[in-house]
């Protein structure tokens, strides 16, 4: 016997059929991407800067050490180093961060700072000979450069090459100073012989102790000057024998005066050229080795010629004279001959 199910019955098996075997037609599920977290980056400590410092004491003159501040000023901040000045340095001053150190006069105990902080490249203002090491720089001050140069500037403006120079006689480089300062002349003018009498060979030199007063120095140059040649136009007075009163005297005298010192305003007139000793310069052509931590070098103090104020030395002789110092400085130029 055959039953027939009614249609809505049918309709209702079919749907649970499908029901339980999934809609073929619905849309699949995605996954939804879980987002990633950027981890937060931590701060890494900034290095501090390093260091350079200028050890200058109290004795210095000003000059010098506004010269030297405003230099190395300069160049650290070129390096982008920090700059600090002291009138004293202990060793433990010198930390790891400290990469140069300059000393306008050199401490007693240098050695130890050098051997304690190997890191660190000393440089050394100095007139002695000291020996330079791995991290030790010497900027040596050279008297017969100096001097040297003071004879050559005197003969370009002494009339009938008439000049004299006025020295110390028991200094330690006395003698290669005299020696100097007539080299410089004689480099210049040869023999040096006047035109016209009294007819003696310049330059003309006189000597005294260091511990003479100015009273002595003017009485002996006065004898100098009325005995020698009364036509004496120009002197240079060496910074060991130059004092106040015996500057006024000379420029009573209406000399042409080349010294080693910034003169006073009641000189000027009569104050032909100032020539120094300048450090500072020659700090400037090694300070990349010492910033890339190479040491161990002896080079010159560059020598300066200023204070030109009563026109004797003019922009073509200072031309002359700067050409004359680089020939020093780089060695084709020796200030005493050899024999």
Request: glycine share 6%; net charge negative; charged share 10%.
């Amino acid at each position: 016997m055959k039953f027939k199910l009614p249609a809505i019955t049918l309709l209702f098996v079919l749907a649970l059929s499908i029901s339980a075997c999934g809609n073929p037609f619905a849309p699949k599920p995605t996954a939804t991407p879980i987002p990633t977290q950027t981890p937060i980056p931590t701060a890494t400590p900034t290095p501090a800067p390093g260091r350079v410092i200028l050890v200058a004491s109290n004795g210095t003159a000003a000059n010098d050490l506004q010269a030297a501040q405003s230099t190395l000023q300069n160049l650290a901040g070129s390096s982008n180093l920090v700059f600090d000045t002291r009138q004293a340095l202990q060793l433990s001053d010198v930390t790891t961060d400290v990469k140069v150190v300059v000393f306008l006069t050199p401490p007693s105990n240098l050695s130890d700072f050098t051997n304690a902080a190997k890191q660190t490249q000393f440089v050394v203002v100095s007139a002695s000979d000291l020996s330079a090491s791995g991290n030790l720089t010497v900027i040596q001050l050279r008297p017969d450069y100096q001097a040297f140069i003071a004879g050559y500037v005197g003969s370009l403006i002494a009339n009938d090459w008439r000049l004299g120079g006025l020295f110390t006689s028991d200094g330690p480089n006395s003698d290669v100073q005299q020696q100097a300062f007539a080299a410089g002349e004689e480099y210049f003018c040869g023999l040096c012989n006047p035109q016209y009498p009294p007819f003696v060979p310049f330059p003309i030199i006189t000597t005294l102790p260091s511990n003479s007063d100015a009273g002595t120095w003017q009485s002996t140059f006065s004898q100098m000057y009325t005995t020698n040649t009364s036509d004496m136009n120009t002197v240079y007075v060496d910074p060991g024998a130059s004092s106040p009163n015996l500057l006024t005297y000379l420029a009573a005298n209406k000399l042409h005066i080349l010294g080693g010192q910034t003169p006073t305003d009641d000189l000027k007139a009569n104050w032909a050229a100032t020539i120094l000793y300048d450090p500072m310069t020659t700090l400037k052509t090694v300070w990349p080795s010492l910033v890339a931590g190479k040491g161990g070098q002896t080079v010159p103090a560059s020598i300066q010629v200023t204070d030109t104020f009563d026109g004797s030395v003019g922009q073509g002789k200072l031309r002359l004279i700067n050409e004359t110092i680089s020939m020093l400085l780089d060695g084709s130029l020796v200030p005493i001959p050899t024999p």
